[in-house]
């Protein structure tokens, strides 16, 4: 059984990877907690704010989120009937990252599903305060589905590696699972600079990983000479890949990919969901 926590803000965008998230686990027990965190700063809004006390408007807001999770949960009832799902409602209110932190110790989470928004609003940040905050600032597995991505069986996962860092079978555990799940390939890439050649670390990490999911169809693929950013989003188009896979140990590797600060147009990661695995 796994325990998913999935934080809404009621958002199509959150109900989607709600959707999604339902999709890609439709044959594994699984227990999803749904949470919606009110922030702390929606008590200082309003005139009203300044004249209840913060006891009243907590009790308020709490009370307003709970109706509409009861709301949400009616929306998941319509979708086609699973028995092996359990769901739970809660609503909080307070610091987002804290409360993510406290419900993935007190409830065993084994996955955080968080929707993303679209390009148009990621100049700064790729995915999203929360989502980036998420993914940076609490160990738990996190994938990221891109608002307009409607779910399909994943047929080949990307996951882009530099082979430096040492994968334990704890980190790869979740994938193995999702792609025995979904019967899916892994394409491993490695983007090569000019005439790299693999150190020996490098060469006893690929071999592990080839050793670890030797019962999955997978194959390794380079890429010479080219940016991060631009070889990922090439190999993502050209390999038709269905998800990407990061290793959040490997965070300066990842922070190329999701914060490039500078980008003007993303395409890879609003398209494709994005697993991010922790220890």
């Not at 949960?73 to 987002?96: V, W």
């Not at 738990?140 to 996951?159: N, W």
């Not at 080839?210 to 940016?227: C, P």
């Amino acid at each position: 059984m796994k325990n998913i926590l999935i934080p809404t803000d009621f958002s199509e965008n959150s109900w989607n990877a709600i959707a999604y998230g339902l999709s890609l686990f439709k044959k594994s027990k699984c227990t999803f907690y749904i949470t919606h965190i009110s922030p702390v700063l929606a008590a200082s809004a309003g005139e009203t704010a300044m004249v209840l006390p913060p006891e009243l408007i907590e009790e308020e807001l709490l009370k307003e989120s709970l109706k509409k999770l009861d709301v949400l949960l009616q929306r998941i009832e319509e979708l086609p009937f699973n028995t092996k799902h359990i769901f739970h409602i809660s609503a909080s209110y307070g610091f987002f990252i804290e409360h993510i932190k406290n419900e993935v110790s007190s409830k065993k989470i084994d996955l955080i599903i968080m929707g993303t928004k679209g390009a148009s609003g990621l100049k700064k940040i790729a995915l999203g305060s929360n989502t980036g905050n998420v993914i940076t600032k609490v160990k738990c597995a996190v994938l990221a589905v891109p608002e307009k991505t409607t779910y399909h069986k994943p047929k080949k996962i990307g996951f882009p590696t530099d082979y430096i860092i040492d994968y334990n079978l704890h980190i790869l555990s979740l994938l193995k699972d999702i792609t025995l799940l979904t019967n899916a390939a892994l394409n491993f890439l490695h983007i090569e600079s000019k005439d790299e050649t693999l150190s020996n670390l490098q060469t006893k990490n690929k071999e592990f990983l080839a050793y670890y999911f030797k019962d999955i169809t997978h194959n390794f693929s380079n890429l010479k000479g080219q940016h991060l950013d631009t070889a990922i989003d090439e190999f993502t188009t050209t390999e038709s890949v269905d998800m990407l896979v990061m290793v959040a140990k490997n965070l300066n590797f990842l922070e190329r990919i999701l914060f490039r600060p500078t980008v003007e147009e993303i395409s890879y990661h609003t398209n494709v969901p994005f697993l991010v695995l922790h220890e």
